[in-house]
């Protein structure tokens, strides 16, 4: 009679179970601190105060942390939900609707984002997880899914490197994918120690003299342009900082609204005699949409400055059907006025890398950024347009002049 030797196995059995169940159960905790802590770098990192951006840099060390791609995608959609959380209150302003489009336009922003994460996530060791990561952040940089590609924490380049330019962001970028390696740690260490090193020397960036950028706070609706009383009461600031000595007027983005040959004879008649060169966004009317432009203003005359390369996805950006916007992604990436070269950064464009670099390419001699907040509303979306502008005009040293229309 053979021996039945299956009874002493069960309890090994179950004992390996047992260990299999405890170790899922403690690999979901980290998941689930990781996807906390990651959530926290976003909404940190991401506060609209440059000196906390570098923060944000640390994203890439918990990512690889994951322990598995539905992991990565977990802890990328904390990220980015965290650092883009004041989208679904926008978005309701701007289309007068509730929460739940924004929530849902919110949610739809992070698919690239999550999904080009999740994909470049390996559990393999060595050079793999750093090559990952930089193809990971170049395809989040670079159209086509670089149209949606916010949070970027390159961005804090110019905070951790001030001044380095293009060694700079090598820098920044080896810093990101040494974080992914098993010396992520002291590559934390090394852009805290930086950081707070550029923190102590802080110093913002300065207008060109002569260069004077005009916030201003009118309200407005979607659809809704400048009207004359408008476009007197910034003709009258315009003047007020000519006689403080402006000799070039920065205004916001849609500050002169929809320009006809009308608006513009307002606007020339208004300056005679005024010895000054105003800047300011305006919207020119085409028969299948029309274009967001910044245009010049003199006593002689008006003439297109800049034409935007990435108005707004969905508000303003609509390919799939006529009357949306205008994009022009590669034109014009440094215009010149009055003999200096401009890179201009019109609203969204501030959010995202490649227009960026796309004009640090051309060795532009001063960085101009306008826009049109007045949806924003109680949001911190305009701190952190003000704060990217900032890093990018630190990192290349450029003289910056902003421009925004603010909501009260």
């Known amino acids: 009679m053979t021996r039945d030797t299956s009874g002493p196995s069960r309890p090994m059995a ?9 170790s899922s159960r403690h690999r979901g905790g980290r998941v689930a601190i990781l996807v906390v802590a990651s959530a926290t770098l976003g909404v940190v990192g991401w506060s609209g105060n440059p000196l906390t951006l570098p923060i944000a840099m640390v994203f ?3 990512w690889c942390l994951a322990g598995s791609q539905v992991g990565a995608a977990t802890i990328a959609a904390a990220y980015f ?25 919110w949610l739809t922003a992070s698919l690239a984002f999550v999904s080009v994460h999740a994909v470049c ?31 970027n924490p390159l961005t804090a380049a110019g905070i951790v490197f001030p001044g380095c330019g ?48 005009i916030d201003t706070s009118f309200s407005a609706r979607r659809e809704q342009y400048a009207d004359y009383r408008q ?16 000799s070039f007027v920065v205004l916001p983005e849609s500050a002169l609204g929809i320009w006809t040959p009308t608006t513009e004879a307002l606007w020339k008649t208004s300056l005679e005699g005024v010895p000054v060169i105003v800047a300011g966004g305006g919207v020119v009317l085409k028969t299948d949409g029309y274009e967001n432009l910044m245009i010049t203003v003199t006593p002689a005359g008006s003439n297109e400055l800049y034409r935007q390369r990435m108005p707004v996805p969905v508000s303003m950006w609509q390919p799939w059907s006529a009357g949306g916007a ?12 009055a003999g200096v070269r401009l890179a ?22 001063i960085m101009v950024a306008t826009g049109n907040a007045w949806w924003t509303g109680s949001t911190n979306i305009l701190p952190i347009q003000r704060t990217a502008s900032i890093a990018w005009a630190r990192l290349f040293n450029l003289p910056l002049t902003m421009a925004y229309n603010a909501p009260d």
Not at 14 to 22: A, G, I, M, S, T
Not at 179 to 192: F, L, Q, S
Not at 326 to 337: I, M, Q, T
Request: proline content about 6%; overall charge negative.
């Open 231 to 246: 476009q007197a009461a910034t003709i009258g600031r315009v003047k007020a900082a000519v006689a403080d000595g402006a």
């Open 121 to 151: 996530w390996t559990a393999q060791d060595g050079w793999h997880r750093p090559i990952r990561y930089l193809i990971a952040n170049v395809l989040m940089s670079l159209p086509p899914l670089g149209i949606v590609g916010w949070a």
């Open 326 to 337: 205008d994009a022009d992604f590669f034109s014009n990436a440094v215009v010149e006025l």
């Open 60 to 62: 890439p060390a918990l």
């Open 81 to 105: 939900l965290g650092a883009s959380r004041g989208l679904p209150e926008g978005v309701s302003i701007f289309f007068g609707s509730d929460l739940l489009l924004g929530l849902a336009l």
């Open 14 to 22: 179950f004992l390996d179970l047992l260990r299999r169940f405890l």
């Open 344 to 365: 201009i950064l019109l609203c969204y464009e501030q959010l995202l890398v490649w227009p960026v670099l796309h004009s640090m390419w051309m060795q532009p001699e």
């Open 166 to 213: 293009w060694l700079g962001l090598a820098m920044a970028m080896a810093l990101l994918m040494l974080a992914t390696t098993k010396h992520r740690w002291p590559a934390v260490a090394i852009v805290g120690v930086v950081s707070l090193a550029s923190s102590v020397l802080w110093v913002e960036p300065e207008s060109r003299p002569g260069w004077v950028g």
